[in-house]
């Protein structure tokens, strides 16, 4: 079956450190994968997605991630955190004649520590 | 420009009582979704317009729940005979083609609550 696995519900960085947020996927189709971010009383903002070009995709507000094949994953990186990222984040999934269709993960929510 | 945007953003409903979300999508967006956020979890798929036509509707979890999207724009998703277990924040997106690699704009979703 198709599914997004994010590892870890919560996870709390100081300012300034970084920020790894976990994205497994399941299927036997190539993927196509998206992060969104969800502030406190406002819609889902798409961060970035990988749509089977570079590996290496950079989104807005200085982050990224990279898809890799071999490991099933597409985690989220930021090289310093920044008291305006505290917020849910949320990993997802689709697939070629899907229509778009989106598999969300459980979704992570980031603190970030003065 | 003007994003997606939902109505209502709250509703309090009683079990048994019908309800009738709106979403209006971003003009010229012909693919529309909907999506439905329980309490700690990721959004979970209801159904998925192509213009006017329902192009996938396995994500409606049974047939008290019903969506329209008539002239291809606004869309109404409409609950019967509400039941507690309905409650949770009603998302809609859209996007430009309905092409699996689109962005999806979301709205700011309607948060229903059945008593």
């Known amino acids: 079956a198709q599914s997004v696995t994010q590892l870890g519900s919560h996870v709390s960085v100081s300012e300034g450190a970084l920020v790894l947020l976990r994205c497994n996927y399941s299927s036997s189709v190539p993927p196509y994968l998206f992060w969104y971010v969800q502030y406190p009383n406002q819609g889902l903002q798409l961060l970035l997605k990988y749509t089977s070009a570079a590996t290496l995709v950079k989104g807005i507000n200085g982050f990224e991630a990279e898809f890799k094949k071999s490991e099933t994953s597409f985690h989220l990186t930021k090289p310093s955190a920044h008291m305006s990222d505290a917020a849910e984040y949320f990993c997802a999934v689709t697939f070629y004649n899907q229509g778009g269709k989106l598999i969300f993960g459980q979704g992570t929510e980031l603190s970030v520590k003065p | 420009g003007a994003g997606v945007s939902q109505t209502p953003s709250n509703k309090v409903t009683e079990k048994g009582k019908y309800v009738e979300l709106r979403c209006d999508p971003i003009s010229g967006h012909t693919a529309l979704y909907w999506y439905r956020q329980s309490l700690g979890q990721g959004p979970e798929f209801l159904i998925y317009?192509?213009?006017?036509?329902?192009?996938?509707d396995s994500g409606l979890p049974n047939d008290r729940f019903f969506a329209v999207r008539p002239e291809g724009s606004v869309s109404t998703l409409k609950i019967q005979r509400t039941e507690r277990g309905d409650s949770a924040v009603y998302l809609c997106a859209s996007s430009s083609n309905g092409r699996s690699t689109d962005t999806q704009y979301f709205g700011p979703g309607t948060r229903l609550t059945v008593l």
């Open positions: 317009f192509q213009g006017t036509g329902a192009a996938d």
